[in-house]
């Protein structure tokens, strides 16, 4: 009891101003890090806005639970984000359990086409991982993070970061033989 | 192999997006996306009823869980029933030297197992 009153004394006794310009630095620091990450784990560039932007009124809300330091703030916000980005993709994947994925199948496709097909198809499979592994191959693949690097940010051992990168390496690139197999068996070695 | 890695790269929507090599929120959409942020640290944080809250509903849920198992448990006529005594071997002394466990099966059996003084199966009914 005694802890939890400290806490809010302190937080209700930090100025208004004081708090507002720390969350400024906050966003300030973090923002553009953070809409590149929320792109790639959303649809459309307005799901990253919302989830940017919700991600932020979440820190506003809990100030007081914003750690110090560049680091700490960033694997805060970055979960943050990812809790929310899986609070929607939930909701998403009660609705469209039954949708099947649409994939043109006119003719034998040129190279271009085939190549935009893969690519179509692998982002298609991303958006069907749970996003917290979607997460860890974004922040591999596309970023180029180290998975001990990974594990920090995501509060993870690097054992778990490691399973979900091969399972989620895995299921993509089954997604795309899948689909190409389907197709007359290109090969994308 | 399928190279996924690559596939992603060439796929990263925010290239698509942001041919120009200005990948990220345009300057306009931070300042609102910021102001939004601060006006909410000004406003009250909205109250959910208690009955919302997830660890209220999970403790809810436990209690009824726990509550039902109990009750099952204590209603249950399935379940072997139990009873064990003391019985005398002749009562000269009046010691005990012979125990007796009895009990009845669920289809209605009824065992009863009688063990010397040193816990050996001497008897079993029926």
């Known amino acids: ?189 | 192999m399928t190279d996924v890695g690559r596939l992603l790269r060439e796929g990263d929507p925010l290239k698509t997006e942001a041919p120009q090599g200005i990948e990220g929120l345009s300057p306009a959409e931070a300042q609102v996306m910021r102001r939004e942020m601060l006006d909410a640290l000004s406003q009250p944080v909205p109250l959910v009823p208690i009955w919302q809250r997830p660890i209220t509903v999970g403790a809810l849920a436990l209690l009824m869980m726990a509550v039902s198992a109990l009750a099952g448990h204590r209603s249950s006529p399935s379940g072997p029933d139990f009873a064990s005594s003391d019985v005398g071997s002749g009562g000269s002394s009046g010691s005990v030297d012979c125990r007796q466990l009895q009990f009845s099966t669920p289809g209605g059996t009824r065992i009863i197992w009688i063990f010397d003084e040193k816990l050996r199966l001497q008897e079993s009914m029926p």
């Open chain 1, 1 to 189: 009891m005694t802890g939890q009153a400290i806490a809010m004394s302190a937080t209700a006794d930090r100025p208004a101003d004081d708090r507002a310009a720390r969350l400024g630095t906050l966003f300030d620091s973090h923002h553009q890090r953070l809409y590149r990450l929320a792109r790639r784990l959303s649809r459309s560039a307005e799901d990253a806005r919302d989830l940017v932007q919700d991600t932020f009124l979440r820190a506003a809300r809990h100030a007081s639970s914003v750690p110090e330091g560049a680091s700490h703030e960033e694997a805060w916000l970055v979960r943050v984000l990812i809790n929310l980005a899986r609070d929607r993709w939930r909701q998403l994947a009660v609705r469209q359990r039954s949708a099947t994925t649409l994939i043109h199948d006119s003719g034998d496709p040129s190279d271009t086409e085939s190549s935009l097909l893969a690519r179509s198809i692998v982002w298609q499979a991303l958006d069907r991982l749970p996003p917290r592994r979607r997460a860890i191959l974004v922040f591999y693949e596309i970023e180029g993070l180290a998975i001990p690097a990974i594990a920090r940010l995501l509060g993870l051992a690097a054992v778990t970061v490691r399973w979900h990168l091969s399972i989620g390496r895995r299921e993509l690139a089954a997604a795309v033989n899948g689909q190409f197999g389907k197709k007359g068996g290109m090969n994308h070695d």
